[in-house]
C-alpha cells in the first residue's frame, strides 16, 4: 500500500530564516506531486506540483520554491520566510486518472 | 488556468435535513471532479468522485453529486444529513496533471 510521509508536524520559524519541508511517497512510482497550502476560508491553494524528478510547475508567484530531487521526494523550500508564509502546508501524490492522496500536513508559524 | 467555486462558505443545519452544496468550475474541456471531506482534526479524505460515464455519482456515507456538463457544475448533495457530517467540504477538479480545489464550505449540524 502507498503512504505519503511529511516533516515536520510543526514548526515555528523567525522571520528571514530559511524554511525546508519534506514530503515522501513509498509504495508507488512516477507519481505527481503537489504542494498546498490550507488557509482558514480561502480552501486549498496550489503552490506547485511535480509530473517527473526535476519537473516543477508552480502556481503562484511568491518567495516559496520546490524541488524534486528524487521520484518520490518533493521539498518546499524559501530562502528567507515572510510573516505572510504562515499556515498548513499539505503535500499530495496521484497517478493519472486517479484522486489525490494526502499527507498529514506541516503546520508553519512564522513569527 | 481552471478554478473552482463553491458558493457557500458555511451552511447551518438541523439533523435530516436536506443537503446540497454548490460547486462550478471554470473549465472547457475533459475534467475529472471530486468531492473531499474534512472532518474536525483530520485528514482530507475523498467522498466520491466523477471521470465518465453516469454523471450521478454515488459516494460514502449517503452523500452523491451530480454533474451537469453544460452547466459547468458538480453539486454535492444528501437527503438526510447527521450531527456527523459536521466538517469542511471541498470541491476539486482535475485537468491534466494540475488539481484545484474550491475554497471549502464549513458545514455545521445541529443536533
Known amino acids: 500500500s502507498q503512504t505519503i510521509h511529511q516533516w515536520p508536524a510543526t514548526l515555528v520559524q523567525p522571520v528571514g530564516s530559511p524554511l525546508s519541508l519534506e514530503c515522501t511517497v513509498e509504495?508507488?512510482?512516477?507519481?505527481?506531486l503537489y504542494w498546498y497550502r490550507q488557509a482558514a476560508g480561502r480552501g486549498l491553494q496550489l503552490l506547485f506540483y511535480?509530473?517527473?524528478?526535476?519537473?516543477i510547475s508552480s502556481e503562484v508567484p511568491q518567495n516559496l520554491s520546490a524541488s524534486r530531487p528524487q521520484d518520490r521526494q518533493f521539498i518546499l523550500s524559501s530562502k528567507k520566510l515572510l510573516l505572510s508564509d504562515s499556515g498548513f502546508y499539505l503535500c499530495?501524490?496521484?497517478?493519472?486518472?486517479?484522486?489525490?492522496?494526502f499527507g498529514p500536513g506541516t503546520r508553519l508559524t512564522v513569527t | 488556468a481552471q478554478s473552482v467555486s463553491q458558493h457557500n462558505h458555511h451552511v447551518i443545519l438541523s439533523e435530516a435535513a436536506s443537503l446540497e452544496l454548490g460547486c462550478n468550475y471554470s473549465?472547457?474541456?475533459?475534467?475529472?471532479l471530486f468531492w473531499y471531506v474534512q472532518y474536525p482534526g483530520q485528514h482530507l479524505q475523498l467522498l466520491l468522485k466523477?471521470?465518465?460515464?453516469?454523471?450521478l455519482v454515488k459516494g460514502i456515507k449517503g452523500f452523491e453529486a451530480e454533474f451537469i456538463k453544460s452547466k459547468f457544475s458538480f453539486n454535492l448533495r444528501k437527503p438526510s444529513v447527521q450531527w456527523s457530517d459536521t466538517a469542511e467540504y471541498f470541491c476539486?477538479?482535475?485537468?491534466?496533471?494540475?488539481?484545484?480545489f474550491g475554497a471549502g464550505t464549513r458545514l455545521t449540524v445541529k443536533p
Open positions: 499530495a501524490w496521484r497517478r493519472e486518472q486517479d484522486e489525490q492522496y
Open positions: 509504495g508507488t512510482s512516477n507519481p505527481n
Open positions: 511535480s509530473v517527473g524528478i526535476g519537473q
Open positions: 473549465y472547457g474541456g475533459t475534467v475529472n
Open positions: 466523477y471521470f465518465s460515464g453516469d454523471p
Open positions: 476539486a477538479v482535475n485537468a491534466g496533471s494540475d488539481m484545484r
